[in-house]
């Protein structure tokens, strides 16, 4: 805690710093300064890391393959022999199963993909590049020594850096460190995210609506979005416009969690008090973001937890979760090859009306044409309070500060949420 001071020494080394109107690009850069990945560690069978974020390299333990072995089902024999065209079958190699014996020149044996290659064999003949005569085979087609051979720790070699710390653990990666015969993997611990809605107006779900109360839907799309990410949510319920219910909400979620989140409060109307708490029990960086939607969002730390003061408007809850929250949450899980979103062109079925001087995400439908051609269609009233429209969209148009209307037919740059939602 700093006394109820505002702190701007990381925010003042940027020029043109402005907490009360941040770009975009500037803001994420202002954040990431503050971030420090969790550091306690906890051993995890394989299965239960999925998603999760290693906390120390993994090194081969041995080479995978361990051994030489056929990449097709056919027949092994020395690359010496490929001119011969006819081979004296003497036996057989499964996977699982190896031939034992000795593979003399103009010799060769029946393979099956996996299968151990045997001594003194280098080369495989795929079984529909042969004609099976009497004995022995015959080649139907030419061959090259040394072909259809896989070698030992062609994968992974041993003492090598299979998946280096700070990697996130994806399907593949399950898979690879089982082929290493591991079945523990260390990873950081998960994140706690303590969270809670603010409004006096706000009812919950199977109440009846009294007049002028709307349901408290915040919650439920940011429990959606932080599973997403694996993170452990700490959900606190709804909290009245109340100053000293806000304060005391937001010390208990800031010593429980890593990462404290509240969705409305953050504008400027008379009971939006979160700005000045955050000022009060810690570090405000900034608060107002140059955007469309979510242009109140308060950054700032609590404490040793991280404050996102969301704004109210479902729609803007979710555009700045995905546009800031994301990514700080992926770098403080340790996740160290945290990318942007990336973004694909396609082309604007619709004209949009933008003034220059702040990002917008408008919410769209991508799909492509018969001609595998990318196009996007906007999903109706982009209201920040419309979340139909949010359910509608499977990407965001992402209209840079400096751009002013679109006219239909052109060109922009689109966030596919597929995967992210
Ligand atoms: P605020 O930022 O608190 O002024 O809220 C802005 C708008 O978002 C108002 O229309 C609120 O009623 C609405 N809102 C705030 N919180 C929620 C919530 N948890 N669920 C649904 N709507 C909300
Ligand atoms: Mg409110």
Redesign the pocket.
Known sequence: MNNGKVDFIAASCIDDYDPNSMPVEQARRLIRQYLVPVDSVEKLPILSALGRVLAADIISPGNVPNYDNSAMDGYAFNGDDIDSGKLKLIGAAFAGKAFTGKVGRGECVRIMTGAMMPDKTDTVIPQEQVQVEGEGIRFLSGAKPGQHRRFAGEDLKLGQVVLPSGHLMRPADLGLVASLGMSEVQVYRRLRVAFF???D??SSVGQALATGQ??????YTIYGMLMRLGVEVIDMG?VR?DPVLLEQALINASKSADVVMT?????V?E??FMKLLLEKLGQVVFWKIAMKPGR?LAYGKIGNAHYFGL????V??MVTFYQFVREALLLLMGNSQTMPLPLLSAICLDEIRKMPGRTEFQRGVLSRDADGVWKVRLTGNQG??ILSSMSAANCFVVLDQDCANVAAGTVVQVQVLDGLV
Do not use: F, M
Not at 214 to 219: G, K, M, Q
Not at 263 to 267: D, E, H, K, M
Not at 311 to 314: E, L, V
């Open positions: 809605s603010t409004g107006e706000l709307v349901y408290d839907s915040n919650r709804v416009d969705s409305g409060g953050v504008s109307g009971a939006d109140p704004p109210g408007n479902p803007a809850v920040s309070s």
